[in-house]
């Protein structure tokens, strides 16, 4: 098992910039790949990010070109969402996601662990 702990969401202008981080306990996070995904409001849940275990790869969906940045500290079992240039469409609730298995994937069913979500809203 392994709980994971999403903080630093939060209330930001257009153009703002938040860095999320979430927390993994229990079976040892650093053999996981790790993913971000959104759920905003009326909308089902997105893709936004993923890395590898050792953090070699990663990956972003389209929407982010540029703006997000995905990192891991294996040694501090935290993954960061590194956002810059936030828009009101990227105001949703993130979600932090942990997988058994060796690839991180890009679809929610992929991933077996979920913590409870941080919000975010961007104002216009």
């Known amino acids: 098992q392994v709980q994971l702990v999403e903080s630093g969401g939060g209330l930001v202008q257009a153009g703002g910039s938040l860095r999320l981080s979430c927390v993994a306990s229990?079976?040892?996070?650093?053999?996981?790949?790790m993913g971000w995904f959104r759920r905003a409001p009326g909308k089902e849940r997105e893709f936004v990010s993923a890395?590898?275990?050792?953090?070699?790869?990663?990956a972003y969906a389209g929407f982010v070109k540029g703006r997000f940045t995905i990192s891991r500290d294996n040694a501090k079992n935290t993954v960061y969402l590194q956002m810059i240039n936030l828009k009101p469409e990227d105001t949703a609730v993130y979600y932090c996601?942990?997988?058994?298995?060796?690839?991180?994937?890009?679809?929610?069913?992929?991933?077996?662990?979920w913590g409870q979500g941080t919000q975010v809203t961007v104002s216009s």
């Open positions: 890395i590898a275990r050792n953090g070699g790869s990663t």
């Open positions: 996601a942990a997988r058994n298995g060796i690839y991180y994937g890009t679809r929610a069913n992929d991933y077996d662990y």
């Open positions: 229990g079976r040892t996070s650093s053999n996981c790949p």
